[in-house]
């Protein structure tokens, strides 16, 4: 899938002052729920016309773009009753009967309680109607027949809403709804199979997707949230609910992909509902792929000098970072990815962080800016330094080979 930083119309708030003053109870609640299931973010192409749709989602089996979910009737879903957005939401199925592609999460909507449907209709009936139709997909066959979608439907998908679970307490049940249902967490955050859906064996141990960042479009892993080593092991409940909230905690701050999440979706959401996300997400059992050999000494010595000259200062050569300078290395689950990917990318870019400030918190975060090093270090210099971060201070993940890096530039 395709992720854009820097969306025109940030979501400060999706109404208007005016408009918002005019909203009914329910549309209030919707409003907060639009924001809880990042709809601006996949729905918004970077220009000013927020949820008319068009962004490109770069999938394996070719480009899909988002639709208009605006009140317009001829090319919005301004004539859908609340049946059809039910559909759409719980089965994948636009009003004509057409299945719809899973790069639209229903797979997780479908968890969303019949009631918070109705309150995101309500409020997305009150955005005002843009008048516009999105690119064609563009999948080679057999992907192209939509018909298809019923059987992996059948195979892959469960359209029944959130069960809560009666042993657990209603904090953690709040979390699992929102980090399930409408966060949809597991889009990004869990491997696929080769048909495209979700490898529940491994449920948010990593994944990766195509995000246009900076204009840049590349590959980005999304790390472990399990509680595994590579995961969050090292990170409290605090931790969590800071960098969901603020955008930044002790252990990390916002980069690349996360920064839409963050200023579109979870920071407008109450602090209680972000500690009940961090209550789910520290509850998860550790589970992890394997992510193969470290690197050998001597790539080991080369990283390590590399490490000395160019990360020790900010991050310390114990890699604990220090609030004044760097955040930590050790038990960073970006450090510690099965994929490399988004390691990769923030060593080759830099620190692309939000362009909005997710909050005053965050503004003032003192940790020098991570600069560049893709014209400092060549393949092989960036593939030793973080084969030694991965395989440091006790850590055991797998080399990173200048093929990787290559691939990356």
């Given amino acids: 899938?395709?992720?854009?930083?820097?969306?025109?119309?940030?979501?400060?708030?999706?109404?208007?002052?005016?408009?918002?003053?005019?909203?009914?109870?329910?549309?209030?609640?919707?409003?907060?729920?639009?924001?809880?299931?990042?709809?601006?973010?996949?729905?918004?192409?970077?220009?000013?016309?927020?949820?008319?749709?068009?962004?490109?989602?770069?999938?394996?089996?070719?480009?899909?773009?988002?639709?208009?979910?605006?009140?317009?009737?001829?090319?919005?879903?301004?004539?859908?009753?609340?049946?059809?957005?039910?559909?759409?939401?719980?089965?994948?199925?636009?009003?004509?009967?057409?299945?719809?592609?899973?790069?639209?999460?229903?797979?997780?909507?479908?968890?969303?309680?019949?009631?918070?449907?109705?309150?995101?209709?309500?409020?997305?009936?009150?955005?005002?109607?843009?008048?516009?139709?999105?690119?064609?997909?563009?999948?080679?066959?057999?992907?192209?027949?939509?018909?298809?979608?019923?059987?992996?439907?059948?195979?892959?998908?469960?359209?029944?809403?959130?069960?809560?679970?009666?042993?657990?307490?209603?904090?953690?049940?709040?979390?699992?709804?929102?980090?399930?249902?409408?966060?949809?967490?597991?889009?990004?955050?869990?491997?696929?199979?080769?048909?495209?859906?979700?490898?529940?064996?491994?449920?948010?141990?990593?994944?990766?997707?195509?995000?246009?960042?900076?204009?840049?479009?590349?590959?980005?892993?999304?790390?472990?949230?399990?509680?595994?080593?590579?995961?969050?092991a090292m990170w409290s409940v605090d931790d969590i609910a800071d960098y969901l909230k603020l955008g930044v905690s002790h252990r990390a701050g916002v980069f690349g992909p996360m920064n839409e999440v963050v200023v579109n979706s979870t920071r407008h959401l109450s602090r209680e509902d972000v500690r009940a996300m961090a209550v789910y997400l520290k509850s998860l059992p550790a589970n992890s792929l394997d992510s193969g050999e470290p690197a050998s000494a001597d790539v080991l010595r080369a990283g390590s000098i590399q490490y000395d000259i160019h990360c020790g200062s900010c991050h310390l050569p114990t890699g604990e970072g220090a609030p004044e300078q760097g955040p930590p290395l050790i038990g960073s689950p970006v450090v510690l990815d099965v994929d490399p990917t988004s390691l990769i990318n923030i060593t080759l870019y830099g620190a692309q962080t939000p362009h909005t400030s997710p909050s005053d918190e965050w503004a003032s975060r003192a940790w020098i800016r991570m600069e560049p090093f893709e014209n400092k270090l060549d393949d092989e210099q960036v593939a030793a330094l973080l084969s030694f971060i991965r395989a440091s201070w006790g850590h055991e993940a797998g080399a990173v080979t200048s093929e990787q890096v290559a691939e990356q530039r």
């Fill in 1 to 232: 899938m395709v992720v854009t930083a820097g969306i025109a119309a940030v979501m400060v708030s999706l109404s208007s002052p005016a408009d918002a003053a005019n909203l009914s109870e329910v549309e209030e609640k919707g409003e907060y729920l639009v924001a809880a299931g990042n709809c601006m973010s996949c729905h918004t192409n970077g220009d000013d016309s927020p949820f008319a749709g068009g962004l490109e989602f770069e999938t394996p089996f070719g480009t899909v773009y988002s639709t208009n979910i605006t009140s317009d009737p001829e090319t919005g879903i301004g004539q859908w009753s609340l049946e059809d957005f039910t559909n759409a939401m719980r089965h994948g199925e636009a009003p004509d009967g057409t299945n719809l592609y899973p790069v639209f999460p229903y797979t997780a909507f479908a968890k969303v309680s019949d009631e918070d449907i109705a309150a995101i209709y309500a409020y997305l009936k009150t955005i005002a109607p843009v008048s516009y139709t999105p690119p064609e997909n563009d999948l080679g066959f057999p992907y192209s027949q939509r018909w298809a979608l019923g059987l992996w439907k059948w195979m892959y998908h469960d359209d029944n809403p959130f069960e809560p679970q009666p042993e657990q307490s209603a904090e953690w049940n709040r979390g699992a709804y929102l980090v399930e249902g409408l966060g949809h967490c597991s889009m990004c955050h869990t491997p696929r199979n080769f048909l495209g859906a979700n490898d529940n064996d491994l449920a948010m141990t990593g994944g990766t997707y195509m995000a246009r960042i900076e204009g840049k479009l590349s590959a980005w892993s999304a790390p472990n949230l399990t509680s595994a080593d590579s995961g969050l």
